[in-house]
């Protein structure tokens, strides 16, 4: 027999909608305060009279703070509450904007750029997270790809930004300018219903009733909500850490640290954080222009990544990985190959920044939304949060290797080594994810769970 109330009145989605999208602007602040530096290094190093040393400092403050942030963020939400959470990290967000913006020393913006850093490492551990345990299993891939696309409009906005703020000189209001959208944030999360898995977790069972039921936009939540259920009972006892490295798990493991890495290794962040002097190095000399194919290639980023979330529910994850990535490959290559003439002749020059509007696009539709995604959905709820914290801190420390070796390597090895060294990884990347990355179209969260269990279960005959 059918079931009629489901029949009858089809779900209103609109709130999980409105949910999802709040949510992703904790995304939208971590793209804007790692992409804002870029051009705010010029005005600062000149305000301040600092080092090529400070400057590193101010840049990978950030990303030290995000790693320490993401490793605590997992447990916060799991004890908090993944709303509560939130609310803190807009906080933080806020109170990091402010003090950069207002430093009247480079110490006191190092702890501003630390502070930034850990509501990012809060928000990229705990958004993601949120967002899967509040989407439909069948649109779970494009609204937790939400997150990533925040990102890069974060980053375009950053680079626009500091466009606009370059005229009159002032990184202040630069950095400043991420008030408006932390307190956006922080208004809608504190607004927004908590994860209902979360508290059926936490023994809340009506409230979690009542959640679903909003936010699934009808009544018949039943069956979802035993399913959840079912799901929990594997996990009476609290989840350890250490329940990664049982067999079923592990694997689960294995999948998400690698991509947290490789995500970084085949480095994207180096075109991110670094787009305006590599092209200037390429032979496009003109400052304008520089900035304009920054401003370029954020938008590439942004667009493909729209094109990667009409795909990702349909074509499945793994499909896009394989291609994105084979792409990235070709693309670094090709980029070695137009910097080692680039230097003598304009034409090449751009056919260097087109290479790289390919390889961001590459990235944009493969590793960037597909390494956030999974790992929100290929860990069991016991350890949900502090899992994806792991593979998030992962992220961010290969994130600050990179960032710290770019400038080194280009001295030493030249642009074209370096991008085909990146492109080796890119290599590895694709082997990694052909045979260690699972496919979790159309399941449920517990359903991928059940998979874990059965691919470590014995053979029954
Ligand atoms: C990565 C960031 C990167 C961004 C670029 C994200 O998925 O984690 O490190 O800057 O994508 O769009």
């Known amino acids: 027999m059918p079931n009629n109330s489901t029949a009858s009145k089809p779900a209103d989605r609109s709130f999980v909608y409105l949910a999802a999208v709040f949510a992703a602007l904790g995304g939208l602040l971590f793209g804007y305060d790692t992409g804002v530096i870029s051009g705010a290094e010029l005005f600062l190093r000149k305000d301040f009279t600092l080092s090529t040393f400070a400057l590193e400092v101010i840049v990978s403050g950030v990303l030290a703070g995000a790693a320490v942030g993401a490793l605590g963020g997992g447990r916060l939400a799991d004890l908090f509450g993944r709303r509560k959470l939130l609310v803190a990290t807009a906080i933080i967000f806020a109170a990091g904007a402010a003090l950069c913006a207002a430093a009247q020393s480079p110490q006191i913006l190092v702890v501003g750029r630390i502070i930034v850093g850990l509501g990012i490492g809060l928000s990229s551990s705990t958004v993601p997270v949120y967002i899967s345990e509040v989407a439909p299993a069948d649109a779970r891939g494009w609204q937790v790809s939400l997150f990533q696309l925040a990102v890069t409009v974060g980053i375009l906005l950053a680079y626009v930004v500091d466009f606009a703020f370059a005229q009159i000189q002032s990184w202040r209001w630069m950095f400043g300018f991420a008030l408006i959208p932390a307190a956006i944030f922080g208004a809608g999360m504190f607004f927004l219903p908590e994860s209902p898995r979360w508290l059926l977790r936490s023994g809340q069972r009506e409230s979690a009733r009542a959640t679903l039921a909003r936010v699934r936009g009808t009544a018949d939540v039943d069956n979802e909500l035993s399913e959840i259920e079912r799901s929990l009972a594997h996990a009476e006892e609290k989840g350890r850490l250490s329940d990664l490295l049982e067999p079923s798990l592990r694997p689960a493991l294995v999948a998400g640290i690698g991509l947290a890495v490789f995500q970084q ?48 529910d349909r074509a499945g994850r793994k499909p896009l990985l394989l291609t994105g990535i084979a792409g990235m490959a070709v693309t670094l290559g090709l980029l070695g190959l137009f910097f080692r003439a680039a230097n003598h002749n304009g034409a090449l020059a751009w056919l260097a920044v087109i290479s790289m509007m390919a390889y961001v696009a590459s990235f944009a539709i493969s590793l960037g939304p597909i390494f956030w995604l999974l790992i929100a959905e290929i860990y069991p709820l016991k350890i949900r949060n502090s899992a994806e914290g792991i593979a998030a801190t992962f992220n961010w420390g290969s994130n600050l290797v990179i960032a710290l070796t770019f400038l080194t390597l280009v001295e030493q090895l030249g642009p074209s080594w370096t991008f085909w060294m990146y492109g080796l990884c890119a290599v590895a990347a694709w082997i990694f994810s052909y045979y260690f990355v699972p496919e979790t179209k159309g399941r449920t969260l517990e359903e991928i769970e059940e998979f874990w269990r059965m691919r470590s279960a014995p053979p029954t005959k």
């Open 265 to 312: 290794i085949v480095g994207i962040n180096t075109v991110i954080y670094y787009a305006p002097v590599i092209i200037q190095s390429a032979g496009i000399s003109s400052a304008s222009g520089a900035i304009l194919a920054t401003v370029g290639i954020g938008l590439v980023n942004v667009l493909m990544t729209i094109v990667a979330m009409r795909l990702i």
